[in-house]
């Protein structure tokens, strides 16, 4: 197929579709909203089930009740919605029934704006709803990407029964770019043993996420982290620029990252041996990778539109052995390359250390900026 | 002595086949096992057993799906009809009925509920109205009414800074997307039987494909109340009913021509 031009948002719509999504439920907020305006008349267009529904409570459940069918079934929302969709999120999980979220993050905390940021990352990655469970989390860089993982995010929810994230944000949702979809794929005919699909000839099946012996609930849990240790095992990807001779890493998922990779190549031109990693599942982690990056630069520079989530991540994973610094940009604000550059040049020219924490440096310079 | 001839036993009554041969943990004098047996009645003679799909609720009755000889799923309390929604869009040839009592439907779950209403989604909700929240031990619901003592309105529920009770069934019935909304009593055996009625009724809205369809049922407590089940239910019959009306709230012209 011809490369077309796409805005983020419904190139996620349409991947989707194309990916056989059979239900959409879901409610306005920006900078989400093409995703819902798209579908509206995409999936009927299809005769496919699509709802607007009454608040991003009732998107959440409604994608649950068609979830539990086994049928493809998806959600997004922005991150005041997304704390909202909590709950359910939670109860999907305790389930064990796929769905396909996508988060297409917003500056916060509260009503903020609707300008990017990646401030939740801890929401998604680590929870945010009650109770034990992992959700698979893909972060696209690019309109391509975000096509590419919204179908990669419906084959890994299904393969773990699992909650499959894709995490993007304001300016990614917003952008045009030039993409290919790819082919239509026909809706699903088979379902799996566990779907509540009301048919005759056989035995009751019934999906609930409540167990009131604590024993038999703590076999959930420990069936639910073996499942997560097996994605943690086989689903790791993330993406490498100039690491081959590097002798230091930047780090930064989605527009971070991409934002980054212009740093890193004006920092090469200057003939800095920087690299870049980017982590295209921030869930599972790519904790191995970067552990062993890890042993041989000399300093590490993570870059996020937060302040410093992915960071802590990254200094479990390099068991704060390597020295790192932290450049954040927040409440709505992108980093410039040229700042990001500037970072670079902090950590190469140093003083670097594995004493302290990134983060009050980082907030200590700010101060001193300021 | 001649030995007099015995009749064949003859089968009078029996447990539905939708209806799991299972003990319940309802309390002794709860109706919630009258209003699962008239569920399971109309199923089977309806001959939907193998194409029906319930949603349980939270609150008492969350472990329906124990009782029920057909699919099942569980819902987060309030959501029950969102869920049902989900499930009916993407197999609209099932019947989806929700079960839910007044906490979980007037209370947290009351934008769930007014928005399947409106859309006229095309789902029966069975309500059990028994004016406490029974699951947790007996706190003032939505339902809970004027004076009534619960362990959150010690002193009975005083208006002035608890506020009134919801009268949902009617709330419901203003939408143009209920087809069918009544309300019904567990009270005494002449009213079950209206009830049993009135879900066949709802059930043959939704197979018609005529929208929403809701029966309220007012229920007894025993063990929240603090009364005998046969207190309970004349506590139903008499101060229950003279606040919640049994009636046929919405019943569209679509509806008014069907004939069981």
């Known amino acids: ?123 998604i990655v680590h929870g945010g709803g009650h109770g034990d469970y992992h959700p698979i989390v893909l972060a696209p860089s690019s309109v391509q990407e975000s096509i590419d993982l919204t179908s990669l995010a419906f084959d890994l929810a299904e393969k773990y029964r699992s909650i499959a994230v894709v995490l993007t944000d304001g300016s990614l949702g917003q952008m045009m770019e030039p993409a290919e979809m790819p082919e239509m794929m026909p809706v699903k005919q088979v379902y799996p043993e566990w779907a509540v699909t009301g048919e005759p000839g056989r035995d009751r099946r019934f999906l609930t996420s409540i167990n009131l012996n604590p024993v038999e609930q703590e076999k959930t849990n420990i069936r639910l982290s073996l499942r997560w240790q097996q994605v943690q095992a086989n689903e790791v990807r993330f993406k490498e620029y100039y690491l081959d001779d590097a002798k230091f890493v930047v780090l930064g998922f989605g527009s971070s990252g991409r934002i980054a990779l212009s740093a890193v190549r004006a920092a090469r031109a200057e003939g800095i041996p920087v690299g870049l990693l980017r982590p295209i599942t921030v869930n599972p982690f790519p904790t191995a990778v970067i552990e062993e990056l890890g042993k041989h630069v000399d300093g590490m520079l993570v870059v996020e539109m937060n302040a410093g989530q992915m960071l802590e991540d990254v200094r479990l994973s390099t068991r704060n052995r390597v020295p790192i610094e932290f450049y954040g940009r927040m409440g709505g604000v992108m980093p410039l390359p040229d700042e990001v550059l ?29 | 002595m001649a030995i007099p001839s015995i009749e064949l036993e003859q089968v009078v009554y029996e447990r539905p086949e939708s209806f799991r041969d299972v003990s319940t943990h309802y309390c002794p004098g709860c109706t919630h096992g009258v209003a699962h047996r008239l569920v399971a009645e109309v199923i089977d003679e309806m001959g939907l057993r193998e194409r029906t799909i319930g949603v349980a609720s939270v609150g008492c009755s969350v472990f329906a799906y124990n009782y029920f000889d057909f699919d099942f799923v569980q819902s987060p309390h309030g959501r029950a009809p969102a869920m049902a929604t989900g499930i009916k869009r993407v197999l609209p040839n099932r019947v989806v009925f929700t079960y839910q009592g007044d906490g979980d439907l007037a209370s947290i779950g009351t934008a769930e509920i ?104 007012l229920s007894s407590c025993p063990t929240n109340w603090g009364l005998t089940p046969e207190d309970s239910l004349q506590f139903v019959e008499e101060k229950m009913t003279a606040f919640f009306p049994l009636n046929d709230f919405k019943v569209n012209s679509a509806v008014a021509q069907i004939k069981i």
Request: proline share 5%; net charge neutral; glycine share 10%.
């Open chain 2, 114 to 217: 007014t928005h399947a209403a409106a859309r006229g989604e095309n789902i029966t909700v069975i309500f059990i109205n028994n004016a406490n929240y029974g699951m947790t031990g007996g706190q003032m619901a939505p339902t809970t009414l004027p004076g009534m003592k619960t362990t959150t309105s010690l002193n009975g529920r005083d208006v002035e800074t608890q506020g009134y009770p919801i009268r949902a069934s009617e709330l419901l019935a203003t939408l143009d997307g209920s087809a069918y909304i009544v309300r019904r009593s567990l009270h005494d055996p002449k009213n079950i039987r209206l009830a049993k009625k009135a879900i066949r009724m709802a059930f043959e809205v939704q197979l018609r494909g005529l929208g929403f369809s809701m029966v309220e049922l």
């Open chain 1, 1 to 123: 197929m011809a490369r077309e031009l796409w805005k983020g948002n419904e190139a996620i719509a349409e991947a989707a579709v194309r990916a056989g999504l059979q239900a959409y439920f879901g409610y306005p907020i920006t900078p989400q909203t093409e995703l819902l305006e798209y579908l509206s008349w995409r999936m009927p267009e299809l005769k496919r089930a699509f709802v607007q529904a009454e608040s991003e409570l009732g998107a959440i459940n409604m994608v649950y009740g068609a979830a539990c069918t086994g049928a493809r079934v998806m959600t997004s929302s922005s991150s005041p919605g997304i704390s909202l969709m909590l709950e359910g999120i939670s109860y999907i999980a305790g389930t064990e029934v796929p769905m396909v979220l996508v988060d297409v993050m917003r500056g916060g905390p509260g009503l903020g704006n609707i300008a990017p940021a990646q401030a939740d990352y801890n929401q």
């Open chain 1, 342 to 370: 500037s970072a670079i040049h902090g950590l190469v020219d140093g003083p670097r250390t594995t004493e302290g924490h990134p983060r009050d440096r980082w907030l200590a310079r700010l101060a001193k900026n300021n």
